[in-house]
């Protein structure tokens, strides 16, 4: 089949997303401007370069996690993890904004080194972000859209050392939980190597 997107699909769920998968989770957490902790996980979240270490989650529409970030500068990735999918489900409940997650779904705020968002203290990795930019996104005919992509580089970054195996970070053991599309996910359960192919040998 065919299809472009502004005319709709005409299947009984979205293929997109399934296509597009699977994908890592952004557990972003937030402090808004009165102090309230924010935790809530973002299915549209990458790694975008890695010197400098950026990253970054895209928000459809205003939510808390996009605007704490806008107006504080700042939010951590928490790494979402077979052991803490429960209350990482949870917290993307739609709370209002005076309600903090954290009490929310019963996890331990952390404090960070470089910001001042805590993080999520059972968390097996975190990474402590400074906003670099805050996007809104446009389509083919320049019209803004719902999307907002926040943009931050990595300033600091947590990792136990229970998950670190002969100087690596075992995502396997970690159970790194990935989104893909409709209602489900996946987890890491198996990976294999493969070096980059060198031109000249080949």
Same mark, same amino acid.
């Given at each position: 089949?065919? =299809?472009?997107?502004?005319?709709?699909?005409?299947?009984?769920?979205?293929? #997109? /997303?399934?296509?597009?998968?699977?994908?890592?989770?952004?557990?972003?957490?937030?402090?808004?401007?009165?102090?309230?902790?924010?935790?809530?996980?973002?299915?549209?979240?990458?790694?975008?370069?890695?010197?400098?270490?950026?990253?970054?989650?895209?928000?459809? #529409?205003? /939510?808390?996690?996009?605007?704490?970030? *806008?107006?504080?500068?700042?939010?951590?990735?928490?790494?979402?993890?077979?052991?803490?999918?429960?209350?990482?489900?949870?917290?993307?409940?739609?709370?209002?904004?005076?309600?903090?997650?954290?009490?929310?779904t019963g996890l331990t705020k952390a404090p960070c080194r470089m910001i001042?968002?805590?993080? %999520?203290a059972e968390a097996h990795a975190a990474l402590e972000c400074k906003v670099?930019? %805050?996007?809104?996104? /446009?389509?083919?005919?320049? *019209?803004?859209?719902?999307? !907002?992509? %926040?943009?931050?580089? @990595?300033?600091?970054?947590?990792?136990?050392?229970?998950y670190l195996v002969d100087g690596y970070f075992d995502t396997v053991r970690? #159970?790194?939980?990935?989104?893909?599309? =409709?209602?489900?996910?996946?987890?890491?359960?198996? %990976? !294999?190597?493969?070096?980059?192919? @060198?031109? /000249?040998?080949?």
């Amino acid at each position: 089949m065919f =299809y472009e997107p502004r005319n709709g699909h005409g299947l009984p769920h979205d293929p #997109g /997303k399934a296509i597009v998968s699977p994908r890592p989770i952004g557990w972003i957490s937030t402090l808004s401007r009165d102090g309230i902790a924010n935790l809530s996980p973002y299915s549209f979240f990458t790694m975008l370069g890695s010197n400098p270490f950026f990253v970054c989650f895209s928000s459809d #529409g205003e /939510k808390h996690s996009m605007t704490n970030a *806008r107006d504080t500068g700042e939010f951590a990735v928490n790494l979402a993890s077979c052991d803490l999918f429960e209350q990482m489900h949870r917290s993307s409940v739609d709370a209002p904004a005076a309600v903090d997650e954290f009490v929310y779904t019963g996890l331990t705020k952390a404090p960070c080194r470089m910001i001042g968002a805590p993080r %999520v203290a059972e968390a097996h990795a975190a990474l402590e972000c400074k906003v670099t930019e %805050v996007n809104q996104l /446009k389509d083919i005919e320049g *019209r803004p859209t719902r999307q !907002f992509v %926040v943009t931050g580089q @990595v300033v600091g970054v947590h990792i136990d050392d229970d998950y670190l195996v002969d100087g690596y970070f075992d995502t396997v053991r970690a #159970g790194n939980v990935s989104r893909l599309g =409709y209602m489900d996910y996946s987890i890491l359960e198996a %990976v !294999f190597q493969r070096t980059r192919p @060198v031109w /000249k040998d080949e």
